[in-house]
């Protein structure tokens, strides 16, 4: 039996609304906020926040700077890539800002003080964050160690293994590493003609390989054999092992994928030598809990995560535009993270919704059935 | 005049979505009585309950206590009125004393801080008074399911509650913990108590009710008394026509030995004691071998051993001669085991995959639906599922992308036995395979085992329900705790001679 | 020697605080990973109050500023852990996504109320720190070289609380039974949903105090864009090695604060200083501890039964 089934029962659908509701929710908290701290500027402070390199006089600057958000754009997709395979195998990767670090640590060790070329140090890279994931999935399967919490242990320890690893790679100048531009050109990332493109030379292949993981990762959960055994798993651990699947091993083999597509975002980030890691940073970077919001911002959808990842980045980058007089950059994080608090109501959102759309099919069903039972009343009185 | 009634509820009608749950239903409690309900699952009982307490809201009809119009908003008010239940999932926080289970929500304080002198004092009292013998410091997942529902009866007792309501009590005790029970509940009813007794059991309510009310499909079938009544008119007014409890199949012709248990000992995972001690049997071909026993009495992690879902502390397995003791689970399910879950929540189903993906699930790496390359092959997927669904008649709402969670349960099932059998396994381990089934689904799934017998495979058959165990098997083992402590032949035994075994008094 | 001990008394009282709050919690049925943010919060209260609030050191000052900053740092902890329990009690969000929102919005909030504030009060100031090198005087008290931190008292005072509260009260028996069987406590009339309210708001109380505690330990400014830097989940961890027992937990907070000091004070020691290990060894080593232990404890870790599990009364 196949009913026609209206816009608004459509999963998808649902969970696209939802996103944007999250969205134009979080902007208007933030707008409150930006309010309260200074009510002049506040409509003017929101809007650059939204329009980022829009911000930008010239159309030339803003190809330029939208060439920089993209470049921004690639590791926080990759990350939230990382965290959206988890969670579809039932584990909350919050310890991808951890291998994000990995990731960068071995690919600037490799590339400034070994002088390696720029797809060995990607590779080791995301070893790197495959085996710190390894780690988590092993503590996972064979010892119960909840994930959230050895993610949390390990993101620490990977920020300070990171800065000891990077010690020599450091700038004596300031607190940075080197620029691989002064000190490894081998170790950039090509750039395939983009660089001129966009009048940027950090738009690099990062941007089609992370566009790419999306594309492979929606296949691999979707298509395959392999993605099929994972989602069971995470869906019903016990049925997984009622039919026969490795489930220690799927946990573990989720964990190295979604170490490795962490690191990779830290790997291809560092790599187009956007920006340096400073060695006495800390704090984990933000990147890994900024995946966790694109990741569900995006509904959990692959191809969903290169929109939201845009816009997150999108945000975060415009909070560098208000006005520094009054308001700080940090307002964009501050949205994000209202953003994903909201994000954990999109269950209930939808709940809401379809009961709401049951009740009006109901009273719709009720209504015909009374109409009919008034007709047949009548056909048999005539 | 005196109003006789403890409890009324008038004229109740509850409808859900879709359905309507109780249509028009009168039940009249007369107090100091044991009065039955009697109905199949599904009949409307546990929703009138839950209407009764306060759960859901009636769309019509009232509910009298000693005659008056009463309004039950939660399980607070039906407290207040005097109503206890004991359900049929004991309702214990089993790191808790059954002490603390006992005052849990009227705990005895001075200024918040428990007092709980006086509380065991109270307790040790009603327990003397009823012989309702439990230990009131011990911890409720130590102790037996019998003193755990001696726990549930106190509590009710403690809070001086008139009106007792037993939820299936019997499901769990051995039948000599059953006529413990049935003396209580009529000391109960001698003190004037008045006590509802939900069930599906003829016998127990012939034994103990004075009064029977009977629903079926949602509505009211009627009330008797049961001193006027048969159990054949019972089991009518339940099912609404008389039902042959016997399955028809031919004598067995066993063949070659497809399953050797050899010595197996299975560890526990509640307890430290091994669940499954020292034990050996052999199924073969063309044969129905059942398992029966109380539940709880290692039936659970002998499948569990068998099927590979936990590592045997000792013993062998043969499959058809071939040593399996070491085997993994795909590994023993492609040699032609199937294995039919006992909980198909836990482990029989993906409740968030549709149903076409939950129906390949022991064979999706199979040629025939995944490529050499790894991909899915979703068009013979759906293929295959849309011949079981047929064949089968699963019925679901959207066919193959049904999310198995949206599934009725009897449905479920049948998913589930169609995805095992089409296997043609030479060896179906079948778990309880009719729990919380109504009558024509369990006819169906008797008929497909039979079937699968006939066609030469060994059955291993696991079942607490004895009326299907003796309809069914062509071999008895009865487990008792953890051992097989008698072999029956169903066509020389009865099943009063199977309870003495299951409750270990008896052994060969 | 002695100033490990103290480095350890008082990052074991935060470790202590932390993880009670978040055994009170759980024991509600709630699992609180948004204590890392409640904490914050709890610390940004507390730290506003030492910064605006006139200090004088007489005993009355003291004790008056000392009351006025644990008071502020309860309330910001509870009234920001009612997020949480809007979220994850009435709404049934996903505890997991919802915890690690609050951590996320907690470093952010602060931030930016901080820095909004010191750009207010000076148009050249862009930092997130606040400043309390004398306010802080108040709670701290000299015996002989032994540097006592109020809140060390705090910490066994609520340790004691805690434990009666959860084992000798009524409000205790009934919070468990909904950690572990709600259903259960549902049929004797106990309603679930306030019951986990109160959990989830004592264990913002309780993260708020350990914020506050936290930012005092050993520093007099605190640069808020830095967070709590993994505290509230190694305050779980410690929970999860007290196996959701107070005093065990007290135990456990020991155990982890020690190594927590010893990054601190390593230099104090001639023969750690001989051994030449690098510092960044030291700021691992709590959480490599961490990791070990749990490896070791989490498998026969008894959790409530019922944690993580929105209550629906649908469900029976």
Redesign the interface.
């Known amino acids: 039996?196949?009913e026609k089934r209206s816009l608004l029962r459509n999963d998808g659908f649902q969970t696209f609304a939802a996103s944007v509701l999250c969205i134009v929710l979080g902007l208007i908290v933030g707008y409150l906020?930006l309010l309260i701290?200074?009510a002049d500027g506040a409509g003017k402070a929101i809007m650059s926040v939204i329009k980022n390199f829009f911000n930008k006089p010239t159309s030339a600057a803003r190809l330029k700077y939208f060439g920089q958000t993209l470049a921004k754009t690639a590791p926080l997709l990759l990350c939230s890539l990382s965290v959206l395979f988890a969670y579809k195998v039932g584990l909350?990767n919050?310890g991808a800002a951890g291998q994000y670090c990995l990731g960068v640590a071995l690919a600037l060790y490799l590339g400034i003080c070994k002088q390696w070329p720029w797809y060995l140090c990607l590779i080791c890279g995301i070893c790197a964050g495959s085996i710190s994931g390894a780690v988590c999935g092993i503590?996972r399967a064979y010892?119960?160690?909840?994930v959230?919490?050895?993610g949390?242990?390990?993101?620490?320890?990977s920020l300070?293994?990171t800065?000891?690893l990077l010690k020599p790679a450091m700038d004596p100048a300031g607190k940075d590493t080197f620029r691989l531009v002064s000190k490894a050109k081998q170790a950039l990332l090509p750039t395939l003609g983009m660089e001129k493109l966009f009048n940027d030379k950090y738009v690099t292949i990062a941007i089609p390989i992370a566009i790419l993981m999306a594309i492979v990762v929606w296949i691999v959960l979707d298509?395959?054999?392999?993605g099929?055994?994972l989602?069971?798993t995470g869906?019903?651990l016990?049925?997984?092992?009622?039919?026969?699947?490795?489930e220690n091993r799927n946990i573990i083999l989720t964990m190295v994928i979604a170490g490795g597509l962490a690191a990779m975002g830290g790997a291809l980030y560092y790599l187009s030598d956007f920006t340096q890691w400073n060695v006495n940073s800390?704090?984990?970077p933000?990147m890994g809990?900024n995946g966790?919001?694109a990741a569900?911002l995006g509904g959990l959808n692959p191809i969903g995560s290169i929109f939201s990842s845009f816009f997150i980045t999108h945000i975060t980058d415009g909070g560098g535009y208000v006005d520094?007089?009054?308001?700080?950059a940090?307002?964009a994080?501050?949205i994000?993270?209202?953003i994903?608090?909201l994000?954990?109501?999109v269950?209930?959102f939808k709940t809401f919704l379809n009961s709401r759309l049951?009740k009006a099919e109901?009273r719709k069903i009720e209504k015909a059935r009374a109409l009919a039972a008034a007709e047949t009343n009548k056909g048999g009185k005539a | 005049m005196e109003n006789q009634y403890a409890i009324e509820m008038l004229n109740i009608t509850k409808r859900f979505p879709g359905i309507i749950a109780n249509d028009n239903i009168t039940l009249q409690l007369k107090k100091g009585e044991i009065h039955a309900l009697l109905g199949e699952n599904g009949a409307g009982k546990s929703t009138l309950m839950s209407v009764l307490f306060g759960l859901y809201q009636p769309e019509e009809g009232v509910i009298k206590k000693d005659g008056k119009v009463v309004q039950i908003n939660d399980p607070n008010d039906a407290n207040r009125l005097g109503i206890g239940m004991v359900h049929q999932h004991f309702k214990l926080v089993e790191c808790f004393s059954v002490l603390d289970n006992i005052i849990l929500g009227v705990e005895p304080n001075k200024m918040g801080f428990l007092q709980k002198d006086e509380a065991r004092k109270k307790v040790m009292e009603l327990s003397e008074r009823y012989g309702l013998h439990v230990d009131p410091d011990a911890i409720i997942e130590d102790i037996t399911v019998g003193m755990q529902q001696r726990t549930e009866i106190l509590k009710m007792l403690y809070r001086e509650n008139e009106i007792l309501i037993f939820d299936e009590p019997t499901a769990v005790l051995t039948p000599q913990e059953i006529e413990e029970l049935m003396q209580i509940m009529k000391g109960l009813a001698k003190e004037g108590k008045s006590i509802l007794f939900i069930s599906h059991k003829l016998n127990e309510i012939m034994e103990v009710a004075d009064r029977c009310s009977v629903l079926r499909k949602g509505k009211y079938i009627g009330t008797v008394e049961i001193a006027n009544t048969t159990k054949e008119e019972l089991s009518r007014m339940m099912v609404g026509r008389d039902v042959d409890f016997v399955v028809h199949k031919d004598p067995a012709k066993p063949t070659d030995v497809v399953l050797d248990v050899q010595h197996i000992t299975v560890a526990s995972k509640a307890h430290s004691n091994n669940a499954v001690k020292d034990v050996s049997f052999q199924v073969r071909r063309g044969e129905i071998v059942c398992i029966a026993g109380i539940d709880g009495n290692g039936q659970t992690e002998l499948v569990y051993g068998i099927s590979g879902l936990e590592p045997l502390k000792s013993g062998k397995i043969l499959m058809d001669g071939e040593d399996i003791t070491k085997l993994p689970i795909r590994k023993r399910s492609v040699d032609g085991m199937s294995h039919i879950p006992e909980d198909r929540h836990k482990h029989g189903l993906v409740l968030d995959y549709t149903l076409e993906n939950n129906l390949v699930l022991q064979r999706y790496f199979e040629p025939e639906f995944t490529n050499a390359m790894g991909f899915l092959r979703k068009d013979n997927i759906r293929k295959y599922a849309e011949r079981l669904i047929e064949e089968y008649d699963v019925r679901s709402g959207q066919g193959p992308i049904t999310p198995a969670r949206a599934m009725s349960g009897g449905n479920q099932q049948k998913a589930i036995i169609a995805r095992e059998i089409d296997k043609n396994p030479k060896l179906l381990i079948a778990v309880q395979p009719t729990r919380g089934l109504d009558v024509g689904a369990i006819e169906f799934i008797h008929k497909q085992i039979v079937a699968h017998r006939d066609a030469g495979n060994g059955v291993l058959l696991v079942s607490l329900e004895l009326d299907e165990v003796m309809a069914l098997s062509d071999r008895i083992l009865v487990m008792y705790e953890g051992e097989i402590v008698g072999e029956l032949d169903p066509k020389q035994t009865t099943v009063e001679e199977m309870g003495l075994y299951m409750a270990g008094a008896k052994r060969q | 020697m002695l100033l490990l001990i103290q480095y350890t008394l008082i990052f074991a009282s935060v470790l202590l605080l932390v993880a009670l709050g978040g055994c009170v919690s759980e024991h509600s049925g709630v699992i609180n990973l948004g204590l890392e943010g409640i904490m914050v919060m709890g610390s940004l209260g507390g730290a506003l109050v030492m910064r605006f609030l006139p200090y004088t050191a007489t005993m009355g000052g003291r004790f008056g500023m000392f009351f006025a900053v644990l008071c502020a740092a309860i309330i910001f902890g509870v009234v920001y852990s009612c997020l949480l329990a809007v979220a994850c009690i009435n709404l049934k969000a996903d505890q997991t996504i919802v915890g690690t929102a609050l951590n996320m919005l907690g470093t952010a909030l602060a931030t930016v109320a901080v820095k909004s504030m010191n750009t207010a009060l000076n148009p050249d100031d862009h930092s997130s720190e606040i400043k309390y090198i004398n306010a802080k005087k108040a709670f701290l008290t000299n015996i002989g070289k032994f540097e006592l931190n109020w809140f060390m008292i705090v910490a066994v005072i609520l340790l004691v609380v805690v434990f009666v509260l959860l084992y000798k009260t009524k409000f205790g028996l009934r919070l468990r039974a909904c950690g572990e069987h709600p259903q259960a406590a549902a049929s004797v009339g106990i309603n679930v949903f306030k019951m986990r309210w109160a959990g989830v708001l004592i264990s913002g109380l309780l993260g708020g105090v350990g914020g506050i505690t936290y930012i005092t330990a050993g520093v007099s400014t605190w640069k808020f864009e830095n967070g709590v830097a993994g505290f509230g989940f190694l305050a779980l961890a410690v929970m999860i090695f007290g196996a959701w027992d107070p005093f065990r937990i007290a135990g456990a907070a020991l155990l982890f604060g020690l190594f927590r000091a010893l990054g601190n004070v390593y230099n104090a020691f001639d023969f750690l200083k001989a051994m030449n290990i690098p510092s960044g060894v030291y700021n691992m080593l709590p959480y490599i501890v961490c990791l070990i232990v749990l490896a070791f404890t989490s498998k026969k870790s008894r959790a409530p039964k019922a944690e993580g599990i929105p209550y629906d009364k649908g469900m029976r």
């Not at chain 1, 016990?238 to 490795?246: E, F, H, L, S, V």
Request: overall charge positive.
């Open positions: 039996m196949k906020a701290i200074n909350f919050i503590l010892c119960n160690v909840n959230v919490i050895s949390i242990m390990l993101n620490w320890i300070y293994g800065n000891m298509k395959t054999k392999l099929y055994e989602k069971a869906n019903n016990n049925a997984a092992k009622y039919c026969g699947m490795k800390s704090s984990v933000g809990f966790i919001a569900f520094l007089s009054h308001y700080c940090q307002i994080d501050f994000s993270a209202v994903i608090y994000c954990g109501f269950l209930f049951n109901e």
